[in-house]
């Protein structure tokens, strides 16, 4: 039996800043773009992988959640606590300099990590936190 990873989710409050950090900063392709029941999700992958999509959802995407429910996950992404995601890279330094060159939020700049991988960190415009690691060699 095999089991590989398909699809992740990633909370975003706008969907086109979202597309303007993930498509034209980290050159990922918009590989679906759908509207339903008043949201919007949006599928961008790596040409790299083209089996693994990262799909930008809305904070909450239930539309029967209620705005309290709403509320509350709005506050948390505001807070970037509601998730993360690792990218891994063949070169820390240069996707380091060309994401804050797009304007990416710096969490952390490229260091040489204890757990064998250089890595650095950014927030995305909702505020989600984004590793981007290489192996040391």
């Known amino acids: 039996m095999n ?4 699809q992740c989710f990633i909370a975003v409050d706008d969907h ?3 597309l303007a950090f993930y498509r ?12 339903f029941e008043g949201m919007r999700w949006v599928t961008v992958g790596s040409p790299a992988q083209p089996d693994v999509e990262i799909v930008l959802e809305p904070p909450l ?7 309290a429910d709403k509320q509350a996950m709005a506050e948390l992404l505001a807070k970037g606590m509601l998730r993360g995601v690792i990218f891994a890279t063949d070169d820390c330094d240069a996707t380091f300099e060309r994401i804050r060159g797009g304007g990416g939020e710096v969490l952390q700049e490229p260091i040489d990590q204890p757990y064998g991988v250089r890595d650095c ?3 995305d415009p909702a505020g989600n936190m984004l590793r981007f690691t290489q192996p040391r060699t």
Not at 3 to 6: M, R, Y
Not at 28 to 35: F, G, S, T, Y
């Open 61 to 67: 995407a239930n539309p029967n959640a209620s705005p």
């Open 16 to 18: 086109d800043k979202a």
């Open 3 to 6: 089991i590989k990873l398909s």
């Open 24 to 35: 034209d900063v980290l050159g990922l392709e918009v590989r679906n773009d759908v509207a």
């Open 121 to 123: 960190a950014f927030r």
